[in-house]
């Protein structure tokens, strides 16, 4: 399975961005997808998941701002920002994880960057 991430960009506080992770490959063995991100001099962490089965989560700082979605057919994630800060602006990455993986996220994307100014 690769990833292809996209649709990052440089907006400002307040404003919306869409992210769009592409899977290819065996995309029938995609169970979960998620988006991460990483700001400059800090770790990454989770931002949002989501199931085959359309469960979703999120980090605390992001409700009610975000929402991710799918397309299973597609193998296609997608991450809708609103209400942009810029404590969000960071590189943010698509993983996917296979059906039977004990793992976190087993397949990674290239990552996409968001800046968003004040």
């Known amino acids: 399975v690769q990833l292809q991430a996209s649709g990052g960009g440089l907006v400002q506080a307040g404003g919306s961005l869409r992210l769009s992770c592409q899977a290819s490959g065996d995309i029938s063995s995609i169970n979960a997808m998620g988006w991460y991100r990483q700001a400059p001099g800090k770790e990454r962490h989770v931002v949002a998941a989501i199931t085959r089965g359309g469960n979703t989560n999120y980090a605390d700082v992001v409700v009610g701002r975000f929402t991710v979605s799918s397309d299973n057919d597609k193998g296609t994630v997608y991450l809708q920002m609103n209400g942009l800060k810029p404590e969000d602006t960071a590189v943010y990455y698509c993983?996917?994880?296979?059906?039977?993986?004990?793992?976190?996220?087993?397949?990674w994307g290239q990552g996409t960057l968001v800046t968003v100014s004040s």
């Open positions: 993983a996917a994880r296979p059906s039977g993986s004990t793992n976190q996220y087993d397949y």
